[in-house]
Structures are given as structure tokens and as C-alpha cells.
């Protein structure tokens, strides 16, 4: 079943990705440095890809080592496009 563009099926990991872009529009996503920064110790909040700016919701759709179209009303409007952005299906 498709939703919002994307597969709805646990056998393709679908909600995996619908879990993962929840996560994302709360800003509570273990891809985010900014989260695990939060909830463990030792770990810096730190963009791993530019090293400069914390590694936040806003940041992954502003992140000049990652130049990219889509914003962060995205994850609500083209949630495919930001799951092949950050290659949430594979």
C-alpha cells in the first residue's frame, strides 16, 4: 500500500521509513547527533558531515557539505524525496 508516496509494507522496511521521518518531525531521531547527544553521554552533537553546526532536523536540510532543495516541511510534503535523500529504503 502506498502512503504519502511511500511503500507501506513492512516487507520493504516501509515502516521503518514512516517511523524514521516520524522521528525526524519530532526532532526525537537516532540520526541526529543532536538527539543522541541528549540522551547519551560522550557524544557531540556535531554535524559528522560538515563539523561544524549541531547535527539537527534543520541542519540536515541546510548542511553545506550536503547542498540540497528540500526543507524541513518536506519531511510533511515530499516525504519520498526526503527518504531518498537521506537514503532511508536501503
Known sequence: ??????????QSGGLTVHTTLAQL????CR???SYKARI?????????ECGVAPHS????????S?????TV???WDKPAA????LNLDN
Open 1 to 10: 500500500m502506498m502512503v504519502g508516496g511511500l511503500n507501506h509494507s513492512t
Open 25 to 28: 518531525r519530532s526532532g526525537h
Open 31 to 33: 540520526l541526529l547527533n
Open 40 to 48: 547519551t553521554s560522550g557524544i557531540s552533537d556535531v554535524c559528522p
Open 57 to 64: 532536523v534543520e541542519h540536515l536540510f541546510n548542511c553545506q
Open 66 to 70: 550536503r547542498p540540497i532543495q528540500l
Open 73 to 75: 516541511q518536506d519531511l
Open 82 to 85: 526526503v527518504a531518498d535523500f
